[in-house]
């Protein structure tokens, strides 16, 4: 059964249509990548699929159950977004913040479980934010306020991660360190991940598969290999973009 099932999905916002007739499967241990321009329609399909943004017609089923259907602790639970937008300075700490993650297992409200804490805590540790567990939101950089929101989404332990510009703020550095850490969970916990970028480089290194959303509402489907060519990105883009294949990856770049 697919974790996350799409079918015949009719979206729009504002009067311009996102998506016609969008249809997909996403099971366990698959990336798949979201790519277009700006204003497509990326992080509103990512809200659809929670139900944060009203759908036209076609269904959305999580673990084979309809979205309407869950209540929304239990979907919670299971699927788990990091918005494109950083953190608000609330006045919270770093551990507060990270156990929000936790919300949705939580047996008592009365008491922290130990275990929550240790599942907060590794994700902490897995950001290098361990050592700033009693820093105030308000006084991290903007890189560490992305990284503790993805150590928060890590805590929440979801079997679907929805990503919106997981790499935005983040340095070269704990760019690659987000990818190696997001595949180990995936494997891990039998999840599966799609992820909104304007980074086709991050998406063909990454992502086993890609959504290239267009204009009108249309799109393109398939394998990396399938979707990233010249011709595909240069329509979706609006601008030449030109392909160089080494040995271990193709890059793209705008001429």
Not at 37 to 55: A, D, E, Q, R, W
Not at 95 to 106: I, K, N, Q, S
Not at 219 to 248: H, M, P, Q, V, W
Request: hydrophobic residues 40%; negative net charge; glycine residues 8%.
């Amino acid at each position: 059964m697919p974790s996350l099932e799409l079918q015949a999905l009719n979206l729009q916002i504002g009067g311009k249509q996102i998506c016609k007739g969008l249809s997909f499967c996403m099971n366990e241990n698959e990336r798949w990548g979201l790519l277009g321009k700006n204003g497509v329609g990326k992080t509103t399909l990512l809200h659809s699929i929670l139900g944060l943004h009203p759908t036209e017609s076609g269904t959305i089923l999580i673990g084979g159950e309809p979205l309407a259907d869950i209540p929304p602790m239990k979907l919670a639970s299971q699927v788990g977004i990091l918005f494109q937008h950083e953190l608000d300075t609330l006045p919270a700490t770093v551990f507060e913040t990270v156990m929000l993650g936790r919300h949705p297992h939580v047996q008592s409200l009365l008491r922290d479980d130990p275990a929550d804490v240790e599942i907060a805590l590794e994700a902490l540790k897995a950001f290098e934010l361990d050592d700033l567990c009693e820093r105030e939101i308000s006084t991290l950089s903007g890189g560490e306020r992305q990284r503790l929101s993805l150590a928060m989404l890590l805590a929440q332990t979801p079997k679907i991660f929805l990503l919106d510009e997981p790499s935005n703020h983040l340095d070269v550095a704990f760019q690659v360190k987000l990818l190696s850490i997001l595949e180990q969970k995936i494997r891990d916990q039998s999840a599966c991940l799609l992820m909104a970028t304007h980074d086709i480089n991050l998406a063909a290194r990454y992502c086993e598969n890609i959504i290239l959303l267009l204009d009108g509402g249309e799109f393109l489907l398939g394998t990396r290999e399938e979707i990233l060519n010249e011709e595909n990105l240069s329509t979706a883009y609006n601008c030449s973009i030109k392909s160089l294949s080494g040995k271990d990856c193709t890059l793209y770049y705008p001429q």
